[in-house]
């Protein structure tokens, strides 16, 4: 049994096996490819811990026993939520090992978003961390229910697995799993899983940040995700020697794959989990143990460059700072290299596929410019306008785009896939993006109904559909606000009545198990909501209301006499 995806044509798929990209290698392989001596070099780096390959390895091994024991076998899929420990990588080489399909939430997902994934995947094992707030008890009593009642309904808490706080060394690890029906895990010290992998198959699922409604699950395989890492490696010079710092969500495909974790596996470096983006935690992580890569999104980059002026840490082993998920001011780029004492490399990509990277030798304009060019001679990028025509050269239009590591359709959405792919198997991002002559890609604006709160992807509707819910909104239009650290936040427009308290409408929110992210910064309310020609809602004069706002204001601050 596996589970189903959208597949490439068979002539694209034969054609990317004849180049080297597929080369029906598991995932798993940015592992098991570590023999010998190289065994035992450092792969993760996690508070007092260091896992070597070696470990990684056994551990992901017994773990995967253990799952097998609990009748987890291939084409099963699972639902994981782990915060940035070593732990999670364990996790995921050990779910892969059973032939699993993991999707990995990310660590502030709330109910309302696990459960959308559970209904979608049904999973047959859920991994979940016993403090997160979600599974441990609710003293304040702003959540509903606990989650593992309501997964329970179709996981079964005998295939709940829980991971408790206490960082205990790789010898000892395995101790902090616990099964939620209190049966001991299983997993027998030098035991290897029966072998389960398709390599020509799906490896698991990445996370969209959604535009619809309900969130959508991006199918990957082994073969596009391994070729997508290794062609990363290699165009970002990935050695041994990397050690690279895992801040922001480690599922998120930037920290994942781009080149992520995953990358510095393959190249043989070690990976340092840090349990927070912020400059406090990182810059002690950074000086502790010789970072050489972060993968950062802008407002935690401007974060950095603030502290890095004022702090005593030892900054001076850092390489490359990687910046993406949402687009990076000139300006702030421009200071990267003076005050972080390293070299910066833009990142634009997407859990879909598709990633664009500024080179490393890349003259300073078009790394301070620009959003980079695809990693892969087989990417294929149209920019058309909304004709579905070529745009003239240097002009901004939809990207669309194809090749050997971009999906071919959102998990069970047949309706939405019609949408946003054409019949040549082109996706369209939702992203407004200009080409410079020499190929490089300038993200303008964005088509899709999404809000990008600093790398934070808000699905508009699906914030305006819970809202609707509440009994004094009788409609709701969520909509980007400009904002100078997060680029952009959150704004919701109400046709309710002026006396409901925004208060009450976040509790209201949040006891929906809505991410906090995604809770509106800021609500508006009206008696009358601008509609287009055809009667629909008039986003784009909210978001320019709001942009007049933020104008008027800073001209306010501007004129203020000193
Ligand atoms: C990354 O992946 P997602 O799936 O969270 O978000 C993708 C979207 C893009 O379609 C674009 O709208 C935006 O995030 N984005 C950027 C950007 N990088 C991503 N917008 C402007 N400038 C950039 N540099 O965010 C992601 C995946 C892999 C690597 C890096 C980022």
């Given at each position: 049994m596996s589970v189903p995806y959208t597949p490439w044509p068979q002539e694209t798929a034969a054609?990317?096996?004849?180049?080297?990209?597929?080369?029906?290698?598991?995932?798993?392989?940015?592992?098991?490819?570590?023999?010998?001596?190289?065994?035992?070099?450092?792969?993760?780096?996690?508070?007092?811990?260091?896992?070597?390959?070696?470990?990684?390895?056994?551990?992901?091994?017994?773990?995967?026993?253990?799952?097998?024991?609990?009748?987890?076998?291939?084409?099963?899929?699972?639902?994981?939520?782990?915060?940035?420990?070593?732990?999670?990588?364990?996790?995921?080489?050990?779910?892969?090992?059973?032939?699993?399909?993991?999707?990995?939430?990310?660590?502030?997902?709330?109910?309302?978003?696990?459960?959308?994934?559970?209904?979608?995947?049904?999973?047959?094992?859920?991994?979940?961390?016993?403090?997160?707030?979600?599974?441990?008890?609710?003293?304040?009593?702003?959540?509903?229910?606990?989650?593992?009642?309501?997964?329970?309904?179709?996981?079964?808490?005998?295939?709940?697995?829980?991971?408790?706080?206490?960082?205990?060394?790789?010898?000892?690890?395995?101790?902090?799993f616990a099964w939620a029906d209190d049966a001991p895990l299983a997993a027998t010290e030098g035991a290897t899983p029966d072998p389960a992998i398709d390599p020509t198959g799906l490896a698991f699922f990445q996370l969209s940040g959604g535009s619809t409604g309900t969130p959508k699950l991006i199918p990957r395989t082994h073969n596009d995700y391994l070729y997508s890492v290794r062609q990363s490696v290699e165009v970002c010079g990935l050695d041994s020697s990397c050690r690279f710092l895992c801040a922001l969500p480690a599922p998120h495909n930037f920290t994942l794959s781009s080149p992520g974790a995953l990358g510095v596996f393959l190249a043989?470096?070690?990976?340092?989990?840090?349990?927070?983006?912020?400059?406090?935690?990182?810059?002690?992580?950074?000086?502790?143990?010789?970072?050489?890569?972060?993968?950062?999104?802008?407002?935690?980059?401007?974060?950095?460059?603030?502290?890095?002026?004022?702090?005593?840490?030892?900054?001076?082993?850092?390489?490359?700072?990687?910046?993406?998920?949402?687009?990076?001011?000139?300006?702030?780029?421009?200071?990267?290299?003076?005050?972080?004492?390293?070299?910066?490399?833009?990142?634009?990509?997407?859990?879909?596929?598709?990633?664009?990277?500024?080179r490393l030798d890349d003259d300073d304009w078009t790394i301070v410019n620009t959003q980079g060019r695809p990693m892969s001679a087989d990417d294929e990028v149209r920019i058309l306008d909304p004709a579905g025509h070529p745009v003239a050269p240097g002009e901004a239009g939809e990207l669309w785009t194809r090749g050997p590591y971009t999906f071919r359709g959102y998990y069970k959405a047949d309706l939405h896939n019609a949408r946003v792919f054409d019949a040549d198997g082109f996706y369209c991002s939702g992203d407004l993006v200009s080409r410079t002559p020499d190929g490089n890609l300038i993200v303008c604006g964005r088509s899709k109904d999404q809000i990008n709160r600093g790398g934070e992807k808000i699905d508009a509707q699906e914030v305006e559909d819970v809202l609707a819910g509440h009994p004094a909104v009788r409609h709701a239009a969520v909509v980007a606000m400009p904002d100078p650290l997060m680029g952009e936040r959150s704004c919701a427009f109400l046709l309710a009545p002026s006396d409901t308290r925004p208060s009450e409408l976040r509790r209201f929110l949040r006891e929906r198990g809505l991410a906090d992210y995604k809770l509106p910064d800021r609500f508006v309310f009206v008696t009358e909501l601008?509609?287009?020609?055809?009667?629909?809602?008039?986003?784009?004069?909210?978001?320019?209301?709001?942009?007049?706002?933020?104008?008027?204001?800073?001209?306010?601050q501007t004129s203020v006499p000193a």
């Amino acid at each position: 049994m596996s589970v189903p995806y959208t597949p490439w044509p068979q002539e694209t798929a034969a054609l990317y096996r004849a180049k080297g990209y597929w080369r029906d290698e598991p995932l798993t392989s940015v592992i098991s490819r570590h023999t010998g001596k190289a065994a035992l070099a450092p792969a993760i780096l996690c508070g007092e811990r260091r896992f070597r390959y070696a470990d990684v390895e056994r551990l992901s091994d017994r773990l995967a026993c253990a799952f097998q024991a609990r009748g987890l076998r291939p084409g099963d899929t699972a639902l994981v939520q782990l915060p940035n420990r070593a732990e999670f990588h364990l996790v995921f080489f050990a779910l892969l090992k059973c032939g699993a399909v993991p999707v990995n939430a990310l660590n502030n997902h709330g109910a309302f978003e696990l459960l959308a994934y559970a209904r979608q995947i049904e999973p047959r094992v859920a991994v979940l961390a016993r403090s997160h707030p979600l599974v441990a008890e609710d003293p304040a009593g702003e959540r509903p229910g606990s989650l593992l009642a309501a997964l329970g309904e179709s996981v079964g808490l005998e295939r709940v697995l829980l991971l408790d706080g206490a960082e205990r060394t790789p010898e000892e690890c395995l101790g902090g799993f616990a099964w939620a029906d209190d049966a001991p895990l299983a997993a027998t010290e030098g035991a290897t899983p029966d072998p389960a992998i398709d390599p020509t198959g799906l490896a698991f699922f990445q996370l969209s940040g959604g535009s619809t409604g309900t969130p959508k699950l991006i199918p990957r395989t082994h073969n596009d995700y391994l070729y997508s890492v290794r062609q990363s490696v290699e165009v970002c010079g990935l050695d041994s020697s990397c050690r690279f710092l895992c801040a922001l969500p480690a599922p998120h495909n930037f920290t994942l794959s781009s080149p992520g974790a995953l990358g510095v596996f393959l190249a043989g470096g070690a990976v340092v989990m840090a349990g927070d983006p912020g400059p406090a935690t990182c810059f002690a992580l950074i000086e502790a143990h010789r970072v050489t890569w972060a993968a950062l999104v802008p407002p935690v980059l401007s974060l950095w460059l603030e502290e890095a002026g004022r702090t005593d840490r030892d900054l001076s082993s850092l390489e490359i700072v990687q910046v993406g998920g949402a687009k990076l001011s000139a300006a702030v780029a421009e200071r990267v290299a003076e005050r972080l004492g390293c070299r910066l490399q833009q990142v634009f990509g997407m859990a879909e596929g598709l990633v664009n990277y500024t080179r490393l030798d890349d003259d300073d304009w078009t790394i301070v410019n620009t959003q980079g060019r695809p990693m892969s001679a087989d990417d294929e990028v149209r920019i058309l306008d909304p004709a579905g025509h070529p745009v003239a050269p240097g002009e901004a239009g939809e990207l669309w785009t194809r090749g050997p590591y971009t999906f071919r359709g959102y998990y069970k959405a047949d309706l939405h896939n019609a949408r946003v792919f054409d019949a040549d198997g082109f996706y369209c991002s939702g992203d407004l993006v200009s080409r410079t002559p020499d190929g490089n890609l300038i993200v303008c604006g964005r088509s899709k109904d999404q809000i990008n709160r600093g790398g934070e992807k808000i699905d508009a509707q699906e914030v305006e559909d819970v809202l609707a819910g509440h009994p004094a909104v009788r409609h709701a239009a969520v909509v980007a606000m400009p904002d100078p650290l997060m680029g952009e936040r959150s704004c919701a427009f109400l046709l309710a009545p002026s006396d409901t308290r925004p208060s009450e409408l976040r509790r209201f929110l949040r006891e929906r198990g809505l991410a906090d992210y995604k809770l509106p910064d800021r609500f508006v309310f009206v008696t009358e909501l601008p509609k287009t020609a055809v009667g629909k809602i008039d986003k784009q004069s909210l978001r320019d209301r709001l942009k007049r706002d933020a104008a008027q204001t800073i001209a306010e601050q501007t004129s203020v006499p000193a």
